[in-house]
Nanobody, 124 residues
Framework: QVHLVESGGGLVQAGGSLRLSCAAS????????MAWFRQAPGKEREFVAG????????FYVDSVKGRFSISRDNAKNTVYLQMNSLKVEDTAVYYC?????????????????WGQGTQVTVSS
């Protein structure tokens, strides 16, 4: 069983930055593809960013390209999401997810384990 714990969320003004972290325990983190999803009030959960097991592949939803960056440290069993130039529309609960495969995609159904989420609120 893989346990994921997100941290780093909070309240920030538009244009600001936050870095989310997701610490994993259990399983073999270095073999898993990881991703960040988000869910805004009244909206469906959406894919934000993904990274392969060895960081060789990263991909993003178009709305965050150039502003967000996903990375991982397999020695620390942690995946990060650096969020810059934040916009009000980035406000959501952000979830970390793990897929028990080296590579994964953008669909939530591809991911086997989920964190509890961390709130990100961007004010105007």
């Amino acid at each position: 069983q893989v346990h994921l714990v997100e941290s780093g969320g909070g309240l920030v003004q538009a244009g600001g930055s936050l870095r989310l972290s997701c610490a994993a325990s259990g399983g073999t983190f270095s073999r898993y593809a990881m991703a960040w999803f988000r869910q805004a009030p009244g909206k469906e959960r959406e894919f934000v960013a993904g990274i392969s097991w060895n960081s060789g592949s990263t991909f993003y939803v178009d709305s965050v390209k150039g502003r967000f960056s996903i990375s991982r440290d397999n020695a620390k069993n942690t995946v990060y999401l650096q969020m810059n130039s934040l916009k009000v529309e980035d406000t959501a609960v952000y979830y970390c997810a793990a897929a028990t495969s080296y590579y994964s995609g953008r669909r939530s159904s591809e991911y086997n384990y989920w964190g509890q989420g961390t709130q990100v609120t961007v004010s105007s």
